[in-house]
């Protein structure tokens, strides 16, 4: 029987932002992330006597434009370990567009994940990163719990992520608040193009990483809760600095998203545990505490009309169901 692999989201504190190869997916920079619980792609790879894959996304039957990108994966990976086989994929997104996260990670994660468990291909997990790293880059942080490391490496053998804690015992829970009217995004792919193509800080990006890299995962072991907030609002604004910067400047914010961060330095006036993060769009997820957060949410509630609040805590890497 075989079984689905289930892979959830992650949270990128220390963000990647950059790629020096496009096919392979190798960053300039190592990237440290937190796997949340709540959201998760469930897959399921099963070989069909046919010479085209067929996929399902939420029991819907996607065409060949919408599943693109799929296909093109699943091609990368016959190459890899030399099949020939095709595959019917049945996979369920478990991750709402309402609740502000992208599901890449968790998608190409769950489904190298089920071609391993259907192929039988016995990888280990250093190895199923780096199949996940080819399908979307933050993906290869999903196969672990906990605080993950992406380490960028040099080529495809030598990037993949490694665990730092998969189970800390940490108080700290995210709230993703997400604005729900805004404009048409533009993709992180070519967002992270075009900032390393003009941005005249993005040297200085790769040195910051580096150094915020060494320090987060100090912070960590220590379990300094608010060094670790801090790094990480540090590294997100630094992030959005780089498409602020770069030409022709562009911007993930929408006008809620600067009111979200400006509420959320009046919390830490009022001394809440509250700190930021941000993605390739305009939804803020706070970092808290387990005790901050039920009075952060009520206050952004309060505060904002037109936005949906999500708790997420964390989570665990792959598993087979
Ligand atoms: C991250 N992001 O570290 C960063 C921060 C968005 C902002 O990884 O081109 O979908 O598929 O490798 O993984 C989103 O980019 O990009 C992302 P590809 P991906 O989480």
Redesign the pocket.
């Known amino acids: 029987m075989t079984r689905t692999a289930r892979a959830y989201t992650n949270i990128?504190l220390i963000?990647?932002?950059g790629?020096k190869n496009k096919q392979l997916?190798l960053p300039y920079t190592n990237?440290l992330?937190l796997t949340l619980d709540r959201f998760y792609t469930d897959t399921k790879a099963t070989i069909i006597d046919s010479d085209k894959d067929v996929v399902y996304l939420n029991n819907q039957l996607l065409d060949d434009t919408q599943n693109k990108r799929i296909l093109n994966y699943l091609e990368t990976i016959r190459n890899f370990y030399s099949f020939t086989d095709h595959f019917q994929i049945d996979t369920v997104n478990h991750v709402p567009t309402s609740a502000g996260f992208?599901s890449?990670?968790s998608g190409f994660a769950a489904l190298a994940a089920a071609i391993n468990e259907t192929k039988q291909l016995d990888l280990s997990r250093q190895e199923l990163s780096i199949l996940a790293r080819n399908g979307?880059?933050?993906?290869s942080r999903s196969i672990y719990g906990g605080f993950v490391e992406w380490q960028a490496g040099h080529d495809n053998e030598s990037s993949f992520a490694v665990p730092i804690d998969e189970t800390p015992e940490i108080d700290l829970a995210l709230l993703s608040v997400v604005i729900n009217k805004h404009s048409k995004k533009i993709s992180?792919?070519m967002g992270?193009e075009n900032s390393v193509k003009s941005s005249p800080f993005y040297p200085n990006w790769v040195t910051l990483v580096s150094s915020e890299i060494k320090e987060i995962k100090q912070a960590i072991a220590q379990k300094d809760l608010q060094k670790i907030g801090e790094i990480s609002e540090h590294n997100a604004m630094s992030?959005h600095a780089l498409t602020l910067s770069a030409d022709p400047s562009f911007t993930y914010f929408a006008p809620e998203t600067i009111r979200i961060i400006q509420l959320i330095q009046e919390l830490r006036r009022k001394g809440l545990f509250a700190y930021a993060t941000i993605?390739?769009g305009p939804n803020v997820k706070i970092i808290c505490t387990k005790e901050s957060l039920p009075k952060v949410q009520t206050y952004i509630e309060q505060q904002l009309s037109d936005v949906t609040t999500v708790v997420a805590n964390i989570g665990p890497g792959i598993q087979y169901i």
């Open positions: 990128a963000k990647y932002w790629k997916k990237s992330s992208a890449s990670a979307s880059g933050s993906a992180s792919t992270m992030m993605d390739a």
